[in-house]
């Protein structure tokens, strides 16, 4: 069976970065968002890559999963910049950190 994990993303009225899925200092809970849709709570996670340019190539790098609190998730992450009249609610506005909690559809 073939698996893409990401893929390409576009840019929407509002980017999902993983900052809006941890809670900040002082805080318990992560940002609110007044056009939420829907509410994730999955960790970031994100596979390591190899490097073939480091000196030991055959050893991944760059990987972590790392817990988030539940979050919002804003409906400006499904509305592309400069179209009307389109939604795209799996190829979402997200960083590559951002899309890795996001990516598992939560509802």
Known sequence: M??????RRM????VFTE?????PL???RAPLHKDS????DYPLDCHAVRNPDSYYPEIP?????????PYQIPYGVMVP???DGLLVPVAVSASHVGF???RMEPT
């Open 2 to 7: 073939l698996y893409i994990r990401e893929a």
């Open 11 to 14: 840019i929407g009225e509002f």
């Open 19 to 23: 900052r809006d899925s941890q809670s």
């Open 26 to 28: 002082n805080s318990v």
């Open 37 to 40: 849709v829907a509410v994730g």
């Open 61 to 69: 790098e760059g990987g972590f999963v790392f817990p988030t609190v």
């Open 81 to 83: 910049k400069n179209v």
């Open 100 to 102: 890795s909690t996001i």
